[in-house]
């Protein structure tokens, strides 16, 4: 259990409260409290395990940018450097292609 203790004697109690709930919430305190607060069966343990490694794995795709379908590819950026070219009225028509 965190704990946290004055500073000097006139410190204020609402100091001293929000330094004590920060000692807590850095500690999950109020997380395992919830934990050990009922029985969790194995079979919902397994789901909660599963959802979280479903996040996980999602998160990971996000960042590394990796596509499971073909649909979910970027389109091809060349062709939209194309579209740019087209419709810029200084481009030559050497730039246009």
Not at 48 to 72: N, S
Request: glycine residues 2%; aromatic residues 10%.
């Amino acid at each position: 259990m965190p704990s946290v203790s004055l500073r000097h004697p006139y410190e204020r109690f609402d100091v001293l409260w929000r330094r004590f709930k920060k000692a807590v919430d850095k500690a999950d305190t109020f997380k395992d409290l919830h934990k050990h607060e009922a029985y969790e069966k194995p079979s919902e343990k397994r789901k909660r395990e599963k959802c979280a490694a479903i996040k996980r794995t999602q998160a990971k795709l996000e960042e590394e940018k990796i596509y499971k379908h073909p649909w979910m590819k970027p389109k091809n950026k060349k062709k939209k450097k194309e579209r740019e070219a087209s419709t810029d009225p200084w481009a030559t028509s050497k730039d246009r292609g």
